[in-house]
């Protein structure tokens, strides 16, 4: 009995270590704004990797989460709802959630992990050790270009991934379920709300902020050679994955 | 000058320095040696304030680093030039970019001054003409020297050898040593080796000291370590099992308070 509370114990006192260690990074991040300009260079690269490299896969996946969105609406409101509304049902549920969060999560997997795997493989051969020590200091140099491309470049990936969902749903509506265009926009237009918009991309923002704050918090604190290279890995996408739904939940009662 | 005064660290409940006392002199040639584990490295470490301390004092010339704002620490390490044991280049950038990296975020000179003082360097090292290389391109003995031409590019008035001959074969070790020989005479830097190569160690040093159960147990010139009678040093430069050194435990080490980022 004494061994569980023990371990429980220890468990609670690592949870609140990391999470005030996270805040903490945050905090020297978002501190680091200061110096953006001077390192707009280092931005710059970081905005081609995580934003422009990151377009294909997103894309990829915007069309079929309007597609699929579309066909499975469609399933759902056949005998209840007039079919007029499909246009609308696809396009609040790709604004408000769809969008954000699967791009989020696509990219919690591609970039957060990208982000834990160099850091963590910089941190394992004293690459972080040798930047601090040629006094170059290593969140300013690392961490605060890649957080803020992160949090710049999502909501535009958001905004990529919401089009090419909402064309994706009208191509499946239009072509395989024999709905015209007219009818199904017919509802879109005089029911648009920028509140939804706005709702949305804010959501992005917020998940490109988890993704590479703790893509950098798990690269910095990677220790035990390539196999904490791989955990590091695995721990980013997790815990971003987990936050990311947390912060969903958290953000759709705030805004809605 | 750099005086450490009492230092104390622990990972975990394991004591890796104990109330370390050394006082390096400017100019000087000091060759820390130890059995693996035996926190040669972590002392190395916490002279640049890349590790904290648990206690003690560590004045480099005079000014306390365990007292210093994260501003004044910055400021000091470039007072330092540091080659990690594994070397440690960017493995993203060239040669020539790990080179002048210090040197674009510290200075304001033209990019001809810099290209200029990175060839400089690399033929200091002997490796001219390599500047487009990247890390993966190198050998091992290659990537030590270019660590140390990137060490090197502040013109520290410290520099620190972390293992430098450490997985190189006795000839480039040797090229290595007679660098760290050169180096210490014409640019006249102060020198701390961390190694347990006594080959390096009789050759480059002014001073030895042997870092033994977390304390400084021996200090004297490569002569008097050569004849000592001590038997935990006789023990180590005899490289035998038998004797009173015994094995080090490991459990928690690299595992401590490093500085938060």
Redesign the interface.
Known sequence: MSFLIANLGRAVIRFFTEAG?IF??LG?ILAGYKGIYRDRQLLLDQLIVIGFNSLPIVLLVGTFTGAVSAWQTNYQIQNYVPIRFLGLATYKAVIIELGPVLTALMLAGRVGASIAAELGT?KV???????????????RYLAVPRFYAGIIMMPILAIFSDVIAIAGAWLVANVLLGIPSAIFFSEIQPRFNPYDVFAGLFKSVVFGAIICLIGCYIG?NT?GGAEGVGKATIRSFVLSAILILVFDYILATVFF | MIEIKNLVKYFGDNPVLRGVNLTIQTGECIVIIGRSGCGKSVLL?QL???LYPDSGEILIDGEDLTQMSEQEI??T??K???L???A????SMTVSENIS??LH??TDLPETEIAAIVESKLRMVGLPGIENLKPAELSGGMRKRVGLA?ALA?DPKYVLYDEPTTGLDPIMADIINEMIMRLNQELDVTSIVVTHDMTSAYKVADRIVMLHRGLIIYDGTPEQVKNTDDPVVRQFIEGRAEGPIKPIPTSGV??GNRR??
């Open positions: 260690e903490i990074l020297k910089m051969t004293e690459q972080i050790d040798a930047l601090e020590s040629l006094a170059i200091n290593s969140v910095f220790s | 470490k640049v304030g890349l910055y400021k390490r470039r330092f030039g540091v990690f044991q594994s440690a280049l960017f493995d990296l210090g975020e510290h990137r502040m690299g595992s938060s980022i």
